[in-house]
């Protein structure tokens, strides 16, 4: 029986619809690898930054590993450079654990895979000074630019932020000309020192590099639209030997960091990476693994 022209148009409307509620499902996650499938012991490469990340989760971890730390000391480049040149040297490396602008350059040379970076954890970018001090009002970009102005020596960390505080944060503010020839660079955890000792009369620093002293006092973080946070990130490599034991690992520590209790650490779980449910995966003894 020949169908009427409104019933026919009715059936065509609801075959379209369903056909674009097919193409607007979200992708699926590439499955869970099983441990069986990964090549042990899992070689890692992190920054001495990530150690007390991996310190804190490694309680957690089922996975053998071997670790290299580099000391990741300068800015993103050099620090990308450092690490490039151990895995093209090394015999094998499965994941590399390092801020992510490092990771990024990497992976445009090849040496990470392209796509998908892990994050892991986040630390933002705070003022201190020396207590006793006058603390500066710190809420908007303003109250920033006042705070540097006025201050008549700053010291900042060679690495993490140190891209972000002399290509952003003082060109953004017009301050390059006069923050930088009152700038010092120093090893992270030198930043507090300066300003404990009055060396330095502000600190820019990551909140995990800030000790806990009586002889600093927290400003605040850097407010939008200026805020920086450093993020940590797992990067598979290109060359992995074992590329199910990196994912492995670098889904662990993503998930582990979600979970666990940053509090007085400066850490924090990465914003969107929240709690997920452990995947049902094969666990290892690693007092039952044999070399």
């Avoid at 990530?50 to 989760?57: E, Q, S």
């Avoid at 992976?107 to 207590?131: E, H, K, N, T, W």
Wanted: charged residues 20%; glycine residues 6%.
């Amino acid at each position: 029986m020949r169908l009427m022209p409104l019933r026919r148009s009715f059936l065509l409307i609801c075959a379209a619809a369903a056909l674009l509620g097919c193409a607007s499902e979200p992708p699926q996650p590439d499955p869970e690898p099983a441990l069986g499938q990964a090549s042990l012991p899992v070689q890692l490469l992190m920054t001495e930054s990530f150690v007390p990340v991996h310190r804190a989760l490694a309680g957690q971890l089922m996975i053998p590993t071997q670790i290299r730390a580099e000391p990741g000391y300068g800015a993103s480049p050099a620090v990308a450079q450092a690490l490039a040149q151990y895995l093209q040297q090394a015999g094998c490396v499965d994941l590399v654990l390092a801020p992510r602008a490092v990771l990024q350059l990497l992976q445009a040379q090849g040496l990470v895979r392209p796509g998908r970076l892990y994050d892991v954890v986040r630390s933002p970018l705070m003022a201190i000074v020396q207590a006793g001090r006058p603390v500066p009002v710190l809420q908007d970009t303003e109250d920033a630019k006042k705070m540097l102005e006025a201050t008549r020596s700053i010291a900042y960390p060679s690495a993490d932020g140190s891209d972000f505080i002399e290509q952003k944060l003082f060109r953004e503010l017009d301050l390059t000309a006069q923050a930088l020839p009152k700038s010092i660079k120093v090893f992270g955890p030198q930043v507090a020192q300066l300003v404990a000792r009055g060396d330095a009369e502000l600190g820019l620093l990551l909140r995990s590099e800030l000790p806990r002293s009586a002889e600093l006092q927290v400003v605040g973080k850097i407010p939008p639209p200026l805020a920086y946070e450093a993020v940590y990130s797992a990067g598979i490599v290109r060359q992995a030997c074992s590329t199910a034991g990196a994912q492995l690992l670098a889904r662990f520590y993503q998930r582990e960091a979600a979970m666990h209790d940053w509090n007085g650490s400066g850490w924090e779980p990465v914003a969107g990476v929240s709690r997920p449910p452990p995947p049902p995966a094969e666990h290892l003894d690693p007092a039952e693994y044999q070399p």
